[in-house]
């Protein structure tokens, strides 16, 4: 249908005025980073203008996060009613759509967007695919390897003509939380990174959570070992991170931080321990590695740190009801199968392979 609607494309045409569409919350957003700095290199002189959902006033909306060198303005639609929001992209009169598409965006959702997209006047567009269906599902679970959201951004770029050898997060840079963020952490004295483990135990999604006991254990452990432990996440965690206070070295930082300052302090740690959640992207980013937990509930890899060597995986396989895409879960069988001794282990191991400075 694409190819009915819009111009072939040809990577050699000067464009002038590109709009990029993508939307999501922080995870979304940092996935997206090395897909938007392709296009910035692709078209280096062009007028790039991002259009985006997340609520303005949010901490995790996309111009919190990106540097601003990648984009000349960020159209935030929130709120905005579809005619109002015809008419101001209208105006703009850009010659270039690029969708960045959530994996699980539906043919319909796509097509009401490619409709969209010849309305506001734009004749060359590309972007939009289908990532995964759920028809067969255990099938896919056990045969298909999917590509990561980075790498599958990525991959449509490249499709479509763009040179994606050179890519980067390019997040924001702010002195000013970043400098918030190392005063609590020197006043803190946790500048020692190699003292320190970092834990997220919140999610968006209650499936998404391994279960508070679990992390206790994992606390106790690294307490009784002398090590640190930061505990980070929003400020609906922190009533639980309180509980995880065992000793006077467990550090509950949820609420405290913005997405921004998290990393920051996240670079603090030697590795963090974290739920499928917009803070484990935030640990990678920062070059600090993670072990990584993830329910049973969605196919696997999709939202997977780098494969660098370093990050640890677990998600249970062979669980009946896998690939359930819940939103909340009776039991969360998958998640309780993943012990509190295998993410310790995995923890050391990690440990073991890094040569840290004293201090970061």
């Known amino acids: 249908m694409k190819n009915w609607l819009f111009k072939t494309i040809s990577n050699k045409k000067p464009f002038k005025k590109i709009i990029v569409f993508r939307t999501g919350s922080i995870g979304d957003n940092i996935c997206a980073l090395p897909a938007l700095s392709v296009i910035k290199n692709n078209f280096p002189d062009a007028q790039i203008d991002i259009l985006t959902n997340s609520g303005s006033a949010s901490n995790v909306s996309l111009d919190k996060l990106i540097d601003q060198s990648q984009f000349n303005s960020i159209i935030n639609y929130f709120g905005v009613s579809k005619k109002q929001l015809i008419k101001d992209l209208k105006k703009n009169n850009y010659d270039l759509f690029i969708e960045l598409p959530q994996y699980d965006a539906s043919l319909f959702r796509q097509i009401r967007t490619m409709l969209f997209v010849r309305v506001i006047g734009v004749k060359h567009a590309f972007g939009w695919r289908i990532s995964q269906t759920m028809i067969f599902k255990k099938f896919q679970e056990k045969n298909i390897v999917f590509l990561n959201e980075r790498d599958r951004l990525l991959a449509i770029l490249k499709d479509n003509n763009l040179a994606v050898s050179d890519w980067n997060f390019v997040v924001a840079n702010d002195p000013a939380q970043t400098e918030s963020a190392q005063q609590i952490i020197t006043q803190s004295k946790l500048t020692e990174k190699k003292r320190n483990i970092g834990l997220v135990i919140g999610s968006k999604l209650e499936r998404n959570k391994w279960p508070l006991p679990y992390f206790k254990q994992v606390v106790e452990y690294f307490v009784g070992d002398n090590y640190n432990v930061l505990i980070f996440g929003g400020a609906d965690d922190k009533q639980k991170a309180e509980t995880l206070k065992i000793a006077n070295t467990v550090f509950n930082f949820c609420g ?36 990584a937990l993830f329910s049973s509930r969605d196919f696997p890899r999709k939202w997977y740190p780098p494969e660098d060597g370093l990050n640890k995986v677990f998600r249970s396989e062979n669980i009946s009801c896998s690939i359930c895409f819940t939103q909340t879960c009776s039991d969360n069988i998958c998640l309780k199968k993943i012990s509190s001794q295998q993410v310790i282990e995995a923890a050391k191991e990690i440990l073991n392979k890094l040569n840290l400075p004293a201090t970061v």
């Open 256 to 291: 405290s931080f913005t997405p921004l300052q998290t990393a920051e302090a996240m670079r603090y740690c030697s590795v963090v321990i974290t739920n499928d959640t917009g803070p484990m992207h935030l640990s990678y980013l920062v070059k600090t590695p993670v072990v």
